[in-house]
């Protein structure tokens, strides 16, 4: 079971002050975390930047380390995450960003999104 990880997730901790990475393993049981390249680099481009944005990114950059990176045919890092949401191992995609949630719904793959102020939830497919 592999989870796909949206930059936006990444930078939650920051953001949000949500503890990612307990929220995953509250939800599930040991998922292996999958960032695809493009997410990376969305989060590097990000980092160059000053103020909360900024250092979100930079925070979600050392996450992202914690993770799998896979490469993707898509540059773009929304198409990037549904690429491999679609991948048959994938069993959620953790992501805030609403019409990439209906993307990866409609293609049949669990969301995980910030339910309330710090916890996540799983939206099925």
């Known amino acids: ?22 929220e995953l393993d509250r939800l599930l049981d040991a998922p292996t975390l999958v960032v695809p390249e493009a997410v990376v680099e969305e989060l590097e481009k990000l980092a160059e930047g000053a103020g909360k944005e900024g250092k979100a990114a930079s925070v979600g950059l050392d996450l992202a380390e914690r993770c799998e990176s896979r490469a993707t045919e898509a540059a773009y890092a929304d198409d990037a995450v549904v690429e491999l949401a679609e991948h048959e191992d994938a069993t959620h995609v953790v992501t805030n960003d609403g019409p990439l949630k209906q993307r990866v719904l409609d293609a049949g793959v669990s969301v995980i999104s910030l339910r309330g102020r710090s916890k996540l939830a799983i939206t099925q497919s």
Do not use: I, K, Q, Y
């Not at 939650?12 to 307990?22: I, K």
């Open 1 to 22: 079971m592999s989870v796909v990880v949206d930059t936006n997730a990444l930078m939650m901790p920051v953001e949000s002050n949500v503890r990612l990475f307990d």
